[in-house]
């Protein structure tokens, strides 16, 4: 069962979202969310002084979330990502939001007795989220990888591209992103793309990302790659592409909002940081693109979470029995030769399922919830 | 049993090692329908692949069904397959930039 929101989304968990619009108000929202801990999450813009369409889109994206039930919007006032601004957006989906500015509330003390109570009521009103069934083609699933090793072109990302077919094929969703670790793969994914325009689209963004790493005379590509086995480019980002099971390409998501309809789509990071960043940083683009879970698949181990659920997936078993605490999903089996990539596909498709019908990742119980 | 390499599609002429194997060791991988027995020539590192079949000098090396590189030269039953015999065409840098004598 999950939770139904006014726009006809359904969330899997049900969170208050407090979000700051400048860094001058993230104090204040984080000390909200310290006194409020139970169903409530914090976010929001640092750099927000300026107004800039990306980073707006996204934080009104996130509020807007499944698993956001309502929000409160803390500004200081005089930045330009104004705090009414982004919650008159976030109402539109006739979510319940309510924005405080400090420097009409005479400071932190007093935006911090304002926004108690507003929260308070906020909280109280999420726990009376209608509820509804889900299933799985209710789903939305992106998929990161990072800290990447040999393990996850032979397994790790293997594994997620059989639970990505399992979950297309009930219905469901799955992106995944990272042009520059898919040089070489143009015209396999122009080939499953549904249409011209898809396949002229993803030409071009992997043209673009071969484009850069020439021009920079840098690839994702070293020493340390081959000494592990790899022979090419080719086989590194084939390892890569195996994440994305065999669906067709729906389309190329640029812009944070639900994708257009089902089915395996490629995300585009944002253009501003040149198409790169970190593992927390492409979970929250998952979620921004209505992303319900995250699966990330780690060579070398991670502690790191997003706004949403995430699945770490391990499959190296030296890394596996350093960082188990943090590890959802055990993947070791195939390096170890016991069980096959499709068994195991079986598997994590079923653990995102439980996921999604309420367990608890590694991520959400060590409070994880990097954004 | 415990695999000892992994055949990632039913069309690749070459496997994994999952364990550092050796010279002269028996291999066994399996992937729906299709099963391949090879025996190493050479020792093969956990990460590193060997061939399936022989593979003539200028054919394509497949794995994920997919070309990696072309063989520099004839390459037999399982020999060691890397960047000494395969080069991509594309983003095939020059294995003397590694260091790497092959």
Not at chain 1, 235 to 261: D, F, M, N
Not at chain 1, 296 to 305: Q, R, S
Not at chain 1, 327 to 349: C, H, N, S, W
Not at chain 2, 49 to 69: C, F, M, N, T
């Amino acid at each position: 069962m999950g939770y139904l929101r006014p726009d006809g989304q359904i969330g899997i968990r049900n969170k208050v979202s407090i979000i700051y619009t400048t860094d001058c108000s993230r104090v204040v929202a984080q000390k909200l969310q310290t006194l409020f801990p139970v169903g409530t999450q914090v976010f929001g813009y640092p750099g927000g002084c300026a107004l800039r369409e990306g980073p707006f889109h996204k934080i009104v994206a996130l509020g807007t979330h499944s698993s956001s039930a309502a929000a409160l919007v803390v500004g200081l006032g005089c930045e330009g990502t104004d705090a009414y601004m982004v919650a008159d957006e976030i109402n539109k989906s006739g979510r319940s939001v309510e924005a405080i500015k400090i420097n009409e509330q005479g400071g932190d003390l007093g935006t911090i007795e304002k926004g108690s109570r507003i929260l308070v009521k906020l909280i109280q009103h999420a726990s009376t989220a209608e509820r509804a069934k889900m299933t799985p083609a209710d789903l939305i699933v992106g998929q990161e990888c990072g800290g990447s090793d040999a393990t996850s072109g032979l397994a790790s990302n293997p594994i997620t591209g059989v639970a990505a077919d399992l979950l297309i094929e009930a219905g469901g969703t799955y992106m995944h992103a990272e042009a520059v670790e898919l040089l070489g793969c143009a015209d396999i994914l122009a080939k499953r793309a549904v249409n011209e325009q898809v396949a002229r689209e993803v030409k071009e963004l992997i043209e673009e990302a071969e484009r850069r790493c020439f021009e920079r005379g840098r690839f994702s590509w070293g020493y340390g790659n081959i000494m592990g086995g790899l022979t090419s480019i080719e086989e590194k980002s084939y390892g890569c592409l195996s994440k994305s099971g065999t669906r067709p390409l729906q389309g190329v998501l640029r812009r944070y909002a639900l994708p257009p309809g089902k089915g395996y789509y490629l995300q585009v990071g944002e253009p501003e940081s040149g198409f790169f960043h970190g593992d927390p940083e492409g979970i929250n683009q998952f979620a921004a693109h209505c992303a319900h879970i995250g699966l990330f698949t780690t060579g070398c181990g991670a502690t790191t979470g997003g706004l949403i659920p995430v699945i770490k997936i391990i499959a190296n078993p030296r890394r596996m029995q350093l960082i188990a605490d943090h590890a959802d999903f055990d993947a070791t089996p195939v390096i170890r030769g016991e069980k096959t990539i499709q068994e195991m596909g079986e598997e994590l498709y079923a653990e995102i399922l439980a996921v999604a019908a309420g367990k608890l990742t590694k991520s959400e119980i060590f409070g994880h919830y990097e954004a | 049993m415990k695999k000892k390499a992994i055949l990632l599609n039913v069309k690749d002429n070459v496997a994994t090692a999952l364990a550092d194997l050796e010279k002269g060791e028996s291999v066994n991988v399996s992937l729906d329908s299709i099963s391949v027995d090879a025996v190493l020539r050479e020792d093969i590192e956990f990460g590193h692949k060997y061939a399936l079949r022989d593979i003539a000098k200028g054919e394509e090396i497949l794995k994920y069904s997919l070309p990696i590189g072309k063989a520099l030269a004839d390459i037999r039953a399982g020999e060691w397959v890397h960047v000494h015999n395969c080069r991509s065409e594309r983003f095939g840098f020059h294995r003397q930039k590694y260091g790497l004598n092959a």
